[in-house]
């Protein structure tokens, strides 16, 4: 495919619901990131993915965030009993990996998410 | 310290005029850098990488890279217009997440 695709493009829903974000990777690409932005704040790690080795989570701001990658492609993020402060445009990268820190990475749309 | 600082601006310049923006970083072992342009209400889309000292060109697009300074800049000749978005500058260490600035929002003036 093109590049990363995400859905939904917009959510929103009501604090405390559980959501799932959805990202799908460009062909080939290996390594898979999350990132959040919110409104008028800098991009912020969430969590990274590379191959079969285990996810860096050092970026998750607390235990109501998970994240999986099946098939070392699609990842979904996890958001459950959500607040409000959760409420900004989660972004989904991916790169070339093997453990590379030069290699680009390329972001998808974003999800923008909105807790009531 | 913020760990990539950029100035947030705006910084203005009138068309076909160089804009020049500038980022600094705390962590002497960074390794790769890299320049993001973000329009409003848009995903970032990258614009240039640099990991050596010096000079990148690419086009209308020069990186300049100083270790020893950590200080990464982006140069826009002739600025357009449709150049008119913020920069982010980001940084990888030893990892392979990218730690970003919040942004330099520039404006090219008609």
């Known amino acids: 495919g093109a590049g990363v695709s995400q859905s939904p493009s917009n959510k929103v829903t009501e604090k405390g619901k559980d959501v799932e974000l959805r990202c799908d990777p460009i062909s080939g690409h290996t390594a898979l990131y999350w990132y959040r932005q919110s409104l008028g704040q800098g991009l912020e790690f969430l969590i990274y993915f590379q191959g079969n080795s285990a996810p860096d989570k050092s970026g998750l701001p607390s235990d109501r965030f998970s994240a999986e990658r099946t098939g070392g492609s699609v990842s979904t993020l996890t958001i459950q009993r959500t607040q409000q402060e959760d409420s900004a445009v989660y972004l989904c990268?991916?790169?070339f990996g093997a453990g590379n820190s030069n290699q680009p990475q390329h972001f998808g749309d974003g999800t923008r998410l909105s807790i009531l | 310290q913020k760990e990539v600082e950029q100035n947030s601006g705006p910084l203005s310049v009138p068309e076909g005029a160089i804009a020049s923006l500038n980022c600094t970083y705390s962590?002497?072992?960074?390794?790769?850098f890299f320049w993001y342009r973000q329009y409003s209400g848009k995903s970032p889309e990258l614009i240039m990488f640099i990991y050596s000292n010096g000079d990148k060109e690419d086009g209308r697009f020069t990186a300049q890279l100083n270790k020893a300074s950590q200080y990464v800049s982006l140069l826009i000749r002739d600025s357009q217009p449709s150049d008119s978005a913020t920069y982010l500058c980001?940084?990888?260490?030893?990892?392979?997440?990218?730690?970003f600035g919040t942004g330099t929002q520039l404006k090219v003036e008609l």
């Open positions: 962590d002497r072992g960074s390794q790769s």
């Open positions: 980001a940084v990888t260490g030893g990892g392979n997440k990218l730690t």
């Open positions: 990268a991916s790169s």
